[in-house]
């Protein structure tokens, strides 16, 4: 064959991607070819173990480890799920967080509880505190107050009227009063709202000194006092000196004269003035009110 017919003939074993025979191919070549192409028609890859293949220098390579891939995976390994342990484990932590909240809850709900109460404690102390030197204050600034002191217990306060240590001189004013009783006259006791003693220790806002008929109203202030109020005190102080009649405890079967005129109030409505001159009849017909009195500087 001529230089030139073989130069074509080489040509077109190019063109076809025929091998030329001095190509001939291996056994092993062809083999590898396989392995690499196992497409299947579902999309799966196939992997076989890469058979032992016979070089042309004779060495034997090593056998490949066949790795299975799962149809449709995507080659991620799946985590590997708790065991039965671990869950209690967690379980327990969180059974123990919730009691450690409760308990936080309920400590906080004790220590709220403890500040209210000592606040509202603080708040009454605080309060009993101020009325304490607020009334004081006032016992010390107001007569009133400071007469309206129990200095003896024998001695309590009747009908308003208290037994005070010393004579009031805000309000001094005297009264007269005459009484008939069964058509005689019925003087004052002596010593009436005065605590007995050469020193008494206490004298009532209204007394009377001796038997003369006058009443001492000796008063913190100026206020209205009736004659029932100083019955009242004469019944208390009744004793084997002192003889209260028992009449004057009735509203009925008097006739009552002030100042000269009979009227129809009792004995609790007569208001005492000063210098006013009172006249009482029980059970005594004809008595004639008494209209004058000789205070003498009273």
């Known amino acids: 064959m001529t230089k030139q017919s073989a130069n074509r003939h080489n040509k077109h074993r190019q063109d076809t991607g025929k091998p030329s025979n001095n ?7 062809t083999s590898a070819e396989l392995a690499k192409t196992g497409m299947k028609a579902n999309g799966t890859v196939a992997t076989k173990p890469v058979e032992a293949t016979t070089k042309t220098n004779g060495t034997t390579p090593a056998k490949s480890t066949p790795m299975a891939v799962k149809s449709g995976s995507s080659g991620t390994t799946r985590p590997a799920q708790p065991g039965v342990g671990t869950l209690k484990r967690v379980e327990q932590r969180k059974q123990q967080k919730t009691q450690n909240r409760l308990e936080q809850q309920r400590e906080d709900a004790r220590s709220t509880r403890v500040t209210l109460l000592t606040i509202a404690t603080v708040v009454v102390l605080i309060g009993s505190l101020i009325a304490f030197l607020v009334v004081r204050n006032n016992q010390a600034s107001d007569p009133l107050a400071q007469a309206q002191q129990i200095v003896d217990p024998t001695y309590q306060p009747i009908g308003g009227v208290y037994c005070s240590a ?4 805000a309000y001094h004013i005297h009264a007269y009063v005459n009484i008939n009783i069964d058509g005689a006259p019925v003087p004052l006791s002596q010593g009436v709202g005065v605590a007995p003693g050469t020193t008494p220790s206490c004298l009532y ?3 009377s000194h001796d038997t003369s ?11 209205v006092y009736t004659l ?6 004469w019944q208390s102080f009744s004793s084997s000196t002192i003889t209260y009649p028992t009449q004057l405890s009735s509203s009925t079967g008097w006739t009552i004269y002030l100042n000269g005129k009979q009227v129809t109030s009792d004995f609790s409505r007569l208001q005492l003035n000063a210098h006013s001159i009172v006249t009482i009849a029980y059970n005594s ?3 004639k009110p ?5 205070w003498q500087g009273l």
């Open 23 to 29: 190509d001939a191919s291996s056994p092993s070549q």
């Open 166 to 169: 010393n004579e009031q001189v």
């Open 205 to 207: 806002w209204m007394h």
């Open 213 to 223: 008929g006058v009443i001492h109203i000796e008063s913190p202030t100026t206020r």
């Open 228 to 233: 029932k109020q100083y019955f009242d005190i």
């Open 285 to 287: 017909p004809g008595t």
């Open 290 to 294: 008494v209209t004058t009195y000789a």
